[in-house]
């Protein structure tokens, strides 16, 4: 099973940038649809994107399209996902996951990783 790793969160204004790293060990990320997920308190774990193995297909939700970018580096196993214009609403911990196809949902991921902090001050 592959192991994630998020880094890149932390405190940032309304307005501003921060790009997300997901890295993979004990597996190929390339063998893997990756996704971002987010979970701010008291809330359900909310889609963000998700990118194909290859890359080639990428989806994003819609409180986020336009602002966030999902890529991915297969040569250095890892996703990323620049996140710009962030809100205070977007202030939430960021989660990648791995799993076989290009889905939203979240069930679909069998891997995950332990979750990076972002928070954006208004």
């Known amino acids: 099973q592959v192991q994630l790793v998020e880094s890149g969160g932390g405190l940032v204004q309304a307005g501003g940038s921060l790009r997300l790293s997901c890295v993979a060990s004990?597996?190929?990320?390339?063998?893997?649809?990756v996704g971002w997920f987010r979970q701010a308190p008291g809330k359900e774990r909310d889609f963000v994107a998700v990118?194909?193995?290859?890359?080639?297909?990428?989806y994003a939700g819609d409180s986020v399209k336009g602002r966030f970018t999902i890529s991915r580096d297969n040569a250095k196993n890892t996703v990323y996902l620049q996140m710009n214009s962030l809100k205070p609403e977007d202030t939430a911990a960021y989660y990648c996951?791995?799993?076989?196809?290009?889905?939203?949902?979240?069930?679909?991921?069998?891997?995950w990783g332990q979750g990076t902090q972002v928070t954006v001050s208004s």
């Open positions: 990118i194909s193995r290859s890359g080639g297909s990428i």
């Open positions: 004990g597996h190929t990320l390339s063998s893997y649809a």
């Open positions: 996951a791995a799993g076989r196809g290009v889905t939203s949902v979240a069930a679909d991921f069998g891997s």
